[in-house]
């Protein structure tokens, strides 16, 4: 319970922080665009805060004379109808819980206008895709605000946007697809938490691009329409991809683990060119990641580091922590930066490696220089946070954004 913490104000006030995911299993294409759900189940693992979050404070008042919502620094329209969608959810459960009597929280809360304020530590621009962390921040908050506590709120978070669910829960997480028509059984669950492959380490190649790619809803919506493999990959693939993903997890097998990382970013692409007419979201730079990739893999033998894009060129890179200082140091041969070394290399420290000569004559591939702006290196982290010290707050006393949020 976060209840008041201004009484004089009446205003409550909560702030909590949430995490980005990077699907392994991809979900695309939906059977209800309203309510959001899927054709496929997904799997993602989620990422480190510590790296890439997004923060959320959200105030009431009886005051407020109208719901409002700032993003980045900038006001932006509230009615937009996944939003409504998430307030409407929370809302609704607040009162269920009010009127069966276990609630704790201020019975008159829940009638209050809210102000929301969002921020993500990842630049726009750097092209991660930031719905999935702030739809899961908007809808934890909110719930730490109502004192709601059900676990259908990743049924919440998925109508803001599908992905958004499964950033509820830390280390490795499974989006059950369902079979409801109303998504009750649609929800997000966590297959083992972050500490359990201790290993695992990820990167985030940011690949220089200019053009921006079409968005994940449309994208998938046209590959609905148009591409029979779609249908295919959602009834004979994925089914049985999900217990193996499950299976090698377990089993912390990276090889296994790699291979069908790489597998599915594949189907998804093709799945994309299979879409009438084509979406590219791979770009040169994105293809050259892909042959370096395989070519160290087969250098050594064996699968020591993989590949999955989602709906832009940026690479996302799994491998174990043993190999990440080579695969650093060969990134950076092969697409030599245009800024300094600290700064190629953001997040988790990499120690440095010396590549052989006989590994980058077996590569074989020509230096790009300045083709990947900078690399994020983080590891597998947990869920959503509640952030106690007030000074984080993002909104100040009179429920407007503090200058620093802006
Ligand atoms: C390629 O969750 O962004 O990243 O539900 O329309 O908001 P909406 O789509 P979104 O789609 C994510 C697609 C993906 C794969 C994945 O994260 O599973």
């Given at each position: 319970m976060n209840m008041p913490e201004n009484d004089k104000q009446n205003l409550a006030m909560v702030t909590c922080t949430a995490p980005v995911n990077i699907a392994v299993i991809k979900y695309w294409g939906k059977r209800d665009e309203d309510i959001i759900l899927p054709i496929n189940s997904s799997l993602s693992v989620t990422l480190h805060q510590d790296q890439l979050k997004t923060t959320t404070t959200i105030a009431c008042s009886r005051n407020f004379q109208q719901d409002r919502i700032w993003l980045n620094g900038k006001e932006e329209d509230i009615s937009n109808p996944r939003l409504q969608s998430c307030l409407q959810e929370i809302r609704r459960f607040a009162r269920k819980r009010r009127n069966t009597g276990d609630s704790t929280s201020d019975v008159n809360s829940v009638s209050h206008k809210v102000h929301i304020c969002s921020v993500n530590n990842f630049p726009t621009a750097a092209g991660l895709a930031s719905s999935a962390s702030g739809y899961a921040c908007l809808v934890y908050t909110l719930s730490q605000l109502f004192g709601v506590e059900n676990e259908q709120l990743s049924a919440v978070a998925r109508q803001g946007?599908?992905?958004?669910?499964?950033?509820?829960?830390?280390?490795f997480v499974q989006w059950k697809l369902g079979e409801r028509s109303d998504g009750k059984d649609s929800l997000a669950e966590q297959v083992?938490?972050?500490?359990?492959?201790?290993e695992l380490r990820i990167l985030i190649l940011v690949v220089s691009a200019d053009q921006k790619s079409v968005g994940s809803t449309s994208g998938m919506h046209t590959s609905v329409e148009t591409s029979q493999l779609l249908k295919y990959r959602a009834d004979v693939v994925v089914p049985s991809r999900m217990e193996e993903m499950i299976r090698v997890i377990r089993q912390r097998d990276f090889t296994a683990f790699g291979e069908l990382t790489m597998k599915d970013s594949n189907q998804f692409h093709a799945i994309c060119l299979d879409t009438y007419p084509p979406i590219f979201y791979l770009n040169n730079i994105s293809h050259q990641i892909i042959s370096l990739v395989h070519r160290y893999n087969q250098y050594y033998g064996e699968t020591r580091v993989a590949y999955t894009f989602d709906a832009g060129p940026n690479a996302v890179i799994y491998t174990l922590q043993d190999h990440l200082p080579e695969f650093v140091q060969v990134v950076r041969h092969f697409f030599?930066?245009?800024?300094?070394g600290e700064e190629f290399v953001k997040g988790l420290p990499v120690c440095s490696a010396d590549l052989s000569e006989d590994l980058k004559r077996d590569i074989n591939m020509d230096p790009t220089p300045k083709g990947i702006r900078y690399i994020i290196s983080t590891e597998a982290g947990p869920g959503p946070c509640v952030v106690?010290?007030?000074?984080?707050?993002?909104?100040?006393a009179d429920g407007l954004p503090k200058k620093s949020a802006i």
């Amino acid at each position: 319970m976060n209840m008041p913490e201004n009484d004089k104000q009446n205003l409550a006030m909560v702030t909590c922080t949430a995490p980005v995911n990077i699907a392994v299993i991809k979900y695309w294409g939906k059977r209800d665009e309203d309510i959001i759900l899927p054709i496929n189940s997904s799997l993602s693992v989620t990422l480190h805060q510590d790296q890439l979050k997004t923060t959320t404070t959200i105030a009431c008042s009886r005051n407020f004379q109208q719901d409002r919502i700032w993003l980045n620094g900038k006001e932006e329209d509230i009615s937009n109808p996944r939003l409504q969608s998430c307030l409407q959810e929370i809302r609704r459960f607040a009162r269920k819980r009010r009127n069966t009597g276990d609630s704790t929280s201020d019975v008159n809360s829940v009638s209050h206008k809210v102000h929301i304020c969002s921020v993500n530590n990842f630049p726009t621009a750097a092209g991660l895709a930031s719905s999935a962390s702030g739809y899961a921040c908007l809808v934890y908050t909110l719930s730490q605000l109502f004192g709601v506590e059900n676990e259908q709120l990743s049924a919440v978070a998925r109508q803001g946007s599908g992905s958004a669910c499964r950033s509820l829960y830390g280390g490795f997480v499974q989006w059950k697809l369902g079979e409801r028509s109303d998504g009750k059984d649609s929800l997000a669950e966590q297959v083992e938490s972050e500490s359990y492959w201790p290993e695992l380490r990820i990167l985030i190649l940011v690949v220089s691009a200019d053009q921006k790619s079409v968005g994940s809803t449309s994208g998938m919506h046209t590959s609905v329409e148009t591409s029979q493999l779609l249908k295919y990959r959602a009834d004979v693939v994925v089914p049985s991809r999900m217990e193996e993903m499950i299976r090698v997890i377990r089993q912390r097998d990276f090889t296994a683990f790699g291979e069908l990382t790489m597998k599915d970013s594949n189907q998804f692409h093709a799945i994309c060119l299979d879409t009438y007419p084509p979406i590219f979201y791979l770009n040169n730079i994105s293809h050259q990641i892909i042959s370096l990739v395989h070519r160290y893999n087969q250098y050594y033998g064996e699968t020591r580091v993989a590949y999955t894009f989602d709906a832009g060129p940026n690479a996302v890179i799994y491998t174990l922590q043993d190999h990440l200082p080579e695969f650093v140091q060969v990134v950076r041969h092969f697409f030599p930066p245009e800024i300094s070394g600290e700064e190629f290399v953001k997040g988790l420290p990499v120690c440095s490696a010396d590549l052989s000569e006989d590994l980058k004559r077996d590569i074989n591939m020509d230096p790009t220089p300045k083709g990947i702006r900078y690399i994020i290196s983080t590891e597998a982290g947990p869920g959503p946070c509640v952030v106690k010290d007030p000074n984080h707050h993002l909104l100040g006393a009179d429920g407007l954004p503090k200058k620093s949020a802006i």
